[in-house]
């Protein structure tokens, strides 16, 4: 049985699981992740992070690598002598025992008597700000409370991981956002190792310090938030994580650090090779961001028509189709008196800089 | 949630269209019943004097008192069976595939497709001095002479509990499927083991389940006239066929009646047990 330690480290070591049918989940996914750290695992539904979550609490058995836990090999571990502290999308707390006893289900699985049970209980409740819901049922408890009493009963084992299953989905907004806090305090104040699972990027970006970005089985980037949406490696991560245009184009000439691109949509743009060197004459695909794009006055970067401007509170932004018949979209931040654009406007677009728009080599 | 008026229209209408029912069982339930209890109350099988000595007569026999004790009993050990066989079978029922769900279900309900009668006598095949198990056993040398398994308690709750099973299975699967199967995980998670989760989380959350698979087969089996006389043969005497040779055979029909209604009685206090337990386990119910 596991004692209490805050902050192990956890590696993922080439994982790879194979359903019995032969489809692929996840594929060689290898994270090493330090003992403290917030990781989001991020992707879209279907990408294999909730089979990776299953995978680190032992509920399914991978085909192949390692999870290792400080430094335990868990393999061989069945969930329950994992100790690691799972809160599950629904929270999953007992409908039939009290808070103070869904609290207390750990420590009574692992043998603590009552008086102890009920001291830690109240301890943790109080911990998620709940000290006098302790005697009722989780049903009489609005969402957030019951994700609180889930966090507190996951945090009584004293878990050396905690893993969060899409944790804030099913709560609306203002609250998701209380929560997210309340989860990073909780998490600093614990010091302990916690990966979300979760489809929303700004969650991700938000609380994570570093964020695992995953598609179709496979691990595509696995940085800092600023990494991830600064600098994607791939081009899924650069278009899911965040809006992003994407421009086919041909490679003019390049370097290691600078492409010179003609764009389909006609104007020679200077992108950043995200893939490392591109080869002259290739077709890429260039992302860049809608509030990357600047409308320019002078005959440089690329003509479009404006269709339709949407404003967004802070910012407005512009959809504009370009000399391809491709669709760009263009954000402006709302300063004083933007100028308003009209339907069928003629105008001409840039990136604000060469290394905010990305070149990927186009893949058939 | 309705608003009071709303409420009541929905509830008058709900009556008129109960009606029909209602009447069918006025006439062929209500009415046989106090015809029933109207002719328990006299004396002589002539129906011409008035009293309650069947009941007193019932209630001071020896032998009618240790028959309504065997069929209650009897009733208990088929429930008891019931519970320890089904629970399994409904628990294994929700955590295979869909192809042997369908599977499961159809070996469950394959006793309700087939006569009574003639599921009563194949089990008579098996249970007989040269039944199929007395037959195996000898070949294989594993016993010497037959065993009486025909026309013994054991062969009588053996046969009603393979009849009654699909009344236990059918609740505990639906009781079981309610239960939100991240429950296991979470207390696997939080370090218990299959049995404690089965005893702290599957077991409580399944009762509405198990309470009304209980009363169903506890209620099926002791009134089973056809399986408990087949199975048990003469030497066993239970209240369905006692009421049957009090009315059919010795045409004492005040008695029969007296009978009947003491078993009623006995029946709904049985019932009403488990009704209770099952409201008290209702806290439970819903999440």
């Known amino acids: 049985m596991a004692e209490p330690q805050g902050g192990r480290s956890l590696v993922v070591d080439a994982v790879t699981h194979r359903y019995p049918s032969g489809a692929l989940a996840v594929e060689n996914i290898n994270l090493d992740i330090k003992g403290g750290e917030i990781i989001a695992l991020l992707g879209p539904s279907g990408c294999g992070k909730t089979t990776l979550l299953r995978i680190i609490a032992g509920f399914i058995a991978q085909t192949q690598g390692r999870i290792i836990i400080g430094d335990d090999i868990v393999d061989t571990l069945p969930p329950n002598r994992r100790a690691v502290g799972i809160v599950f999308q629904n929270y999953a707390l007992f409908p039939h025992l009290s808070i103070s006893e869904n609290v207390a289900y750990g420590l009574a699985a692992r043998g603590i008597d009552r008086a102890t049970r009920q001291r830690e209980s109240q301890r943790l409740l109080e911990l998620v700000q709940l000290p006098t819901m302790a005697e009722r049922l989780p049903r009489q408890l609005s969402g957030g409370q019951q994700q609180r009493v889930a966090l507190a009963r996951a945090l009584a084992i004293k878990p050396s991981i905690l893993l969060l299953d899409e ?198 | 949630m309705g608003t009071a008026p709303a409420s009541r229209d929905v509830t008058s209408y709900g009556m008129g269209l109960a009606a029909p029912l209602a009447l069918f069982f006025l006439f062929f339930f209500v009415a046989p019943l106090v015809q029933l209890f109207w002719l328990s109350l006299h004396n002589d099988t002539a129906g011409l004097h008035w009293g309650l000595g069947q009941y007193i007569h019932f209630l001071t026999d020896p032998f009618s008192l240790s028959v309504l004790g065997s069929t209650l009993l009897l009733g208990a050990e088929v429930t008891a069976v019931c519970l320890v066989l089904g629970f399994p079978i409904a628990w294994l029922y929700q955590r295979v595939g869909p192809r042997l769900q369908t599977i499961i279900i159809l070996i469950v309900l394959l006793p309700l497709l087939t006569s009574v009668v003639v599921r009563t006598f194949a089990w008579i095949v098996i249970l007989g001095r040269q039944g199929i198990i007395n037959a195996t056993l000898q070949s294989l040398g594993i016993i010497d002479t037959p065993l009486k398994l025909l026309y013994t308690q054991f062969g009588v709750v053996i046969a009603l509990a393979q009849v009654q099973m699909p009344l236990m299975i059918l609740p505990l699967i639906t009781a079981l499927g309610r239960i939100d199967s991240n429950l296991d995980d979470a207390s696997c998670s939080l370090g218990a083991g299959s049995w404690r989760t089965f005893f702290r989380v599957v077991l409580p959350l399944s009762l509405p389940g198990v309470i009304a698979g209980c009363t169903l087969t506890y209620a099926a089996a002791i009134t089973a006239f056809i399986t408990q006389s087949l199975v048990g043969g003469g030497q066993m005497l239970f209240m369905p066929m006692y009421l049957y040779q009090q009315a059919s055979t010795l045409q004492n029909w005040p008695f029969a009646s007296a009978i009947s209604i003491i078993f009623l009685l006995a029946v709904l206090a049985v019932v009403s047990v488990f009704t209770t337990l099952g409201r008290l386990s209702r806290g439970y119910g819903g999440a």
Request: proline share 5%; glycine share 10%; aromatic share 4%.
């Open chain 1, 167 to 364: 944790p804030f989905a099913a709560l609306d907004k203002n609250l998701r956002l209380d929560m997210q806090i309340e989860v990073k305090r909780l998490q600093r104040v614990s010091g302990i190792t916690t990966l979300i699972v979760t489809h929303d990027q700004e969650e991700a970006l938000s609380m994570a310090d570093r964020v695992a970005v995953l598609s179709q089985g496979k691990l595509e980037q696995f940085g800092t938030p600023s990494d991830v949406y600064d600098r994607p490696q791939t081009l899924f991560v650069n278009t899911f994580v965040g809006s992003s245009n994407r421009m086919p184009g041909v490679v003019v000439s390049a370097d290691r650090t600078a492409a010179k691109i003609r764009l389909d949509a006609g104007a020679e743009i200077i992108a950043r090779p995200a893939t490392g060197t591109l080869t002259e004459g290739g077709r890429v695909t260039v992302c860049i961001r809608p509030e990357h794009l600047q409308f320019v006055g002078d005959e440089t970067g690329f003509a479009g028509v404006v269709g339709m401007s949407l404003p967004l509170g802070a910012t407005v932004v512009h959809e504009v189709t370009t000399a391809d018949g491709s669709g760009v979209k263009i954000s402006q931040a709302r300063i004083g008196e933007t100028r308003a654009l009209e339907s069928g406007a003629a105008v001409r677009l840039a990136p604000l800089a060469p290394s905010l728009a990305n070149a990927f080599p186009a893949t058939l």
